[in-house]
């Protein structure tokens, strides 16, 4: 083998590391360094990602590139890095602490399987703040919050991370010597792999429960969490994934293109509003509306309101046709107001009773209207549908509503469903219109 | 005229496309999602990534990743979700990271109206993260505007290095309407300014406070550092008074010196109008048809739209009071970006707010009747 071109990754230019004496963190970063050289990968391709806490303070030692972010957020980082440069090598060390704060990260990088790798440098302890419980501190143990020992249990990080789908995952003691050999081995894998090292706080963990290194291995045992290479299969990485779907998706949709091919007599903004249920279509109705407005060359608006669980209740289109630029888009004083749904009813209830005596009120004629000064005009819209479809009643009203009105004229209408319609749903819906034609001319009888 | 029906979230995504967006992380929310669905539309066919976080902090921590590997990035939500990302903004700050964060803004405290709109995160904008850093946020008022201020929100993110706030509603981002994309003037692309490979490298490297330093990608030429605790300009922690107060004093002089040449406006001036309404954002546009009602009755009246909110363009602000007795302050919160106007404006200026949170539009009745000018 040629020698290494790379024979560390630290500097000392800034000085000594700054942990206590026999802290744990020391230890690890020289074996993070020797997993380094034995990689031999370029330091401008491996970003050294620190969590908060003492083990945060590791990034300025490294002549690797160092990103140190927020406190357990350091997963979400090296995600983004990543993503964003597949040829990175993302190593991120974090603390116990991180695994609390950021626990919902490390379950989601388990699961989501992008390649980085993570080293926690367990200590049982919040070093940095003065030795406040973490997530992993075992029962029973005194920290600066636990005066009278841990009440809560301790979180077995592996076995977290391997229920939530990792693909990848060792637990050793800080001072095995093959953790370096583990570390190259992490970094190797194709996916999310996480090292779970435990360590000692020698300013607090240690002296508050008269812990030493043999103490270390004892818990092991206590614990009776595993230790050693737990997990090792494989499963998609989630970069190449993504690229490999994205090669495959088809090209970007287009924007529909509405060209003026007819002409309006409308002289000011008009207000609509198409009141049904959910399910009805309402609001792919009042587009296709609006949009064959556009082809008569008039500004629209549209807004539909419809409540969160989308499959049941109302579904309320608010559309606006102007000559001119639409500004205000609310409509207080509606123009046309077509109703053909109980649901839409309840909604509207309150409005209809308000309306204007200039707006032209066209409902179904099953529905029981509260008192209205809107000049009425009852429709047998839901007739109208159970003979051409459930799902055209809105073009059926709408279509009612513009032969009665003359907006624009009905061959826009046509024209807008059959061209930005797929070709099914055109079909339908152009009955749909000749149904709702054909009802202005019977009132009109 | 090539007149497109599309509402403002999927212009943001289609503008966002032309900028050049390489990345984009969000977590869904009411009415921001169809941003992220848009995007992770748009963006593959684009060479670009996109992907749902499992929730704000992480959509951030994505995006400031991206974006310090070389990517033009974008994160969208809604008030709810600022909150999340209030502290990654800081880091942002401090990291001098380019960012485009949208907040489609929608009826709060809290939860509020999730599907209803309001403008109430106009102060929380500017005083977003821990530190008091100053801010630049765009308000557009149409789907149009929502387009090209987002090429110009990548543009300023990318040339200052900071976040950008673009402030819609929901009122801009789910209302359909018609617009003729093509005919928007859009400026060129901005790209960040790479340190050149040979020379030595400093993330924060500057002269003057007000320079914005040369970056360097992570998985670029140079071996390169970040940090979100105090740091020099070579990106190390530093516990130095005096180069703690100089990145202090940098990150506010880049924005601060650029104040006037990013300010964004619409003015409407009328000769001899003793009355002036500023506004911003959707109510601009009761306020257009307000003011055509009122100088069809003889009154006089003049307009100032916002869409750079901060850093407040406080010379055009100030120009246009010149000469007015009264301005009103219409907006669909209790009178945030009022307490700018009541700081700028001479102390004879009456100032008066037209202020609802009710989720429901500021009309131009309203406008011109609580101005007092009926
Ligand atoms: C959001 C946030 N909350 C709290 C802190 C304070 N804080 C700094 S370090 C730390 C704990 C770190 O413990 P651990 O991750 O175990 O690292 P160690 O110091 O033990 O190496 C905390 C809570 C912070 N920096 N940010
Ligand atoms: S406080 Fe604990 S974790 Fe921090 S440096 Fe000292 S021994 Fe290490
Ligand atoms: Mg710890």
């Keep these: ?445 | 005229m090539a007149q497109v029906f599309i509402d403002g979230n999927e212009a943001i995504a289609r503008g966002a496309i032309k900028a050049g967006c390489g990345f984009f992380a969000g977590y869904p929310i009411t009415p921001a999602s169809t941003i992220l669905q848009y995007m992770l539309e748009l963006l593959p066919a684009n060479g670009g990534v996109a992907l749902q976080a499992e929730d704000e902090i992480a959509s951030m921590g994505f995006c400031i990743g991206a974006a310090m590997a070389g990517r033009k990035a974008m994160t969208a939500t809604s008030g709810p979700g600022i909150s999340l990302y209030s502290e990654n903004i800081g880091l942002a700050i401090v990291g001098e990271t380019p960012l485009v964060i949208v907040n489609v803004q929608r009826q709060g405290p809290a939860t509020g109206s999730a599907t209803k709109g309001a403008e109430g995160d106009i102060q929380f904008s500017r005083w977003v993260t821990s530190g008091g850093m100053p801010m630049i946020a765009l308000s557009p008022a149409s789907a149009g505007e929502a387009y090209e201020l987002t090429v110009r929100a990548f543009n300023l993110a990318e040339q200052l290095r900071v976040p950008v706030f673009l402030l819609t509603s929901k009122e801009i981002g789910l209302t359909r309407e018609s617009v003729d994309l093509d005919a928007i003037e859009l400026p060129a692309n901005v790209e960040r300014c790479r340190a050149p490979e040979t020379a030595d490298y400093q993330p924060h490297d500057f002269e003057l406070p007000a320079q914005v330093p040369l970056i360097s990608d992570f998985g670029g030429p140079h071996v390169t550092q970040y940090t979100t605790s105090t740091h020099n300009k070579e990106g190390y922690l530093t516990s130095d008074p005096e180069v703690i107060q100089e990145m202090i004093d940098h990150y506010i002089a880049k924005i601060e010196a650029v104040t006037d040449a990013i300010a964004l406006y619409r003015q409407d001036m009328e000769q001899g109008a003793k009355v002036l309404i500023i506004s911003y954002g959707v109510v601009s546009r009761s306020v257009n048809v307000a003011v055509s009602e009122l100088r069809q009755r003889g009154i006089k009246v003049s307009s100032l739209v916002l869409q750079t909110l901060f850093p407040v363009p406080e010379t055009i602000i100030k120009s246009a009071l010149t000469g007015v007795r009264k301005v009103l302050v219409p907006e669909m919160n209790m009178g945030q970006y009022r307490l700018e106007i009541e700081r700028l404006a001479a102390s004879e200026i009456e100032v008066v707010g037209v202020n609802k949170m009710d989720t429901t539009l500021i009309s131009p009745a309203e406008i011109i009747a609580k101005g007092g000018l009926a």
């Design chain 1, 1 to 445: 083998m040629s020698a290494p071109i790379y024979k560390s990754y630290m500097t000392d230019a800034l000085g000594p590391l700054p942990f206590c004496p026999g802290c744990g963190h020391e230890r690890l970063l020289k074996d993070l360094d020797r997993a380094l050289v034995k990689l031999q990968t370029d330091p401008a391709k491996v970003v050294i990602v620190t969590d908060i806490g003492c083990i945060g303070l590791a990034d300025r030692y490294f002549v690797a590139n160092a990103f140190h972010g927020l406190h357990g957020r350091s997963l979400t980082y090296a995600t983004g890095l990543k993503l964003a440069r597949p040829e990175l090598t993302v190593i991120v060390l974090m603390g116990d602490g991180g695994c609390g704060i950021g626990g919902t990260h490390l379950l989601n990088a388990a699961r989501r399987n992008v390649d980085i790798t993570l080293i926690v440098a367990n200590n049982f302890n919040y070093g940095m703040t003065g030795g406040q419980h973490s997530v992993t501190t075992p029962g029973g143990a005194f920290t600066a919050t636990t005066p009278a020992g841990n009440i809560e249990a301790a979180m077995d990080i592996c076995a977290t991370v391997a229920g939530a789908g990792a693909t990848w995952v060792y637990r050793g003691i800080g001072y095995e010597n093959d953790l370096p050999d583990r570390i190259v081995e992490g970094v190797r894998h194709p996916g999310f792999a996480l090292l779970d090292v435990w360590e000692l706080c020698t300013a607090y963990y240690m002296p508050r429960n008269q812990y030493n290194k043999k103490e270390l291995y004892n818990l092991v045992e206590k614990s009776g969490f595993e230790t050693g290479l737990l997990v090792n299969k494989t499963r998609p990485e989630f970069g190449a994934e993504y690229r490999k779907q994205s090669s495959h998706l088809a090209a970007v949709r287009q924007l529909d293109i509405l060209e003026q091919g007819f002409d309006h007599a409308l002289e000011r903004q008009t207000g609509i509003v198409i009141a049904g249920s959910a399910g009805q279509k309402i609001r792919s109705a009042a587009g296709i509306f609006s949009m064959a407005g556009m082809l008569s060359g008039l500004h629209a608006t549209q807004k539909d309101d419809y409540p969160i669980t989308v499959m049941t209740g109302h579904s309320v289109s608010e559309v606006n046709l102007s000559p001119t630029r639409i500004e205000y888009s609310a409509i207080d004083s509606p123009d046309y107001f077509l109703v053909f749904s109980e649901d839409g009813l309840k909604k509207t209830h309150t409005w209809i009773g308000k309306l204007p005596t200039t707006c032209l009120l066209m409902v179904d004629e099953e529905l029981a209207l509260p008192d209205t000064n809107a000049h009425l005009v009852k429709l047998p819209f839901g007739q109208a549908a159970k003979d051409v479809g459930r799902l055209s009643i809105g073009i059926i009203a709408l279509a009612a509503m513009l032969k009665q009105s003359e907006l624009f004229p009905l061959a826009a209408l046509r024209t807008s469903i059959t061209r930005y319609q797929p070709s099914a749903v055109a079909e339908i819906n152009c009955k749909a219109m000749d149904r709702g034609m054909a009802l202005i001319s019977r009132t009109d009888d």
